[in-house]
């Protein structure tokens, strides 16, 4: 009895979390960018769940965000590396490569982290819920793990 009332609260909760998050491409806060895929991102999606299941759950995606959630993603990027918001970390390096985790005290206050261009990314979520096919998928509570390849990286 417990554990039903506690799953329809859990279903309750669920559905105001839903109603309440902005619609894919709406901004959270007007006048910051929403994050968002390109439109043919979201083309095909029955073709990219049968390959990424086809391909041992792994799918390669080109030109995956769209022009200005890659550009905020490209400048958060090298802002990190040079500040201490990027928790170096040996076990990510190795012979031509770095990284750490991207630690997230305060940064998802601001639009432009990597937690709110990706994890706050309502079609980039509806994107992996759909080509998982595995019911609604949600970020992790990992952190964002930053790396980099040289070219003599093995």
């Avoid at 669920?14 to 109603?19: L, M």
């Avoid at 918001?85 to 076990?91: G, I, P, Q, Y």
């Avoid at 990597?114 to 096919?133: A, D, H, M, P, S």
């Avoid at 998928?137 to 964002?144: L, N, R």
Wanted: aromatic letters at 10%; one cysteine or more; a negative charge.
């Amino acid at each position: 009895d417990g554990l039903e009332e506690a799953m329809a609260e859990g279903r309750r909760l669920a559905a105001i979390a839903r109603s309440e998050r902005p619609e894919a491409g709406e901004a959270a806060v007007p006048g910051e960018i929403s994050p968002a895929v390109r439109a043919e991102t979201m083309t095909r999606l029955d073709a990219q769940s049968q390959a990424w299941r086809e391909n041992f759950h792994i799918i390669y995606v080109d030109d995956f965000f769209d022009n200005a959630t890659m550009d905020l993603i490209r400048e958060e990027v090298a802002r990190l590396w040079t500040s201490k918001d990027l928790d170096a970390n040996c076990n990510l390096d190795g012979r031509d490569r770095i990284g750490g985790y991207v630690l997230d005290h305060g940064l998802d206050e601001r639009p432009s982290s990597l937690y709110n261009l990706i994890y706050g990314n309502e079609q980039f979520r509806r994107w992996v819920t759909t080509v998982n096919g595995q019911g609604e998928m949600w970020p992790s509570d990992f952190p964002i793990e930053l790396r980099e390849y040289g070219t003599d990286s093995q």
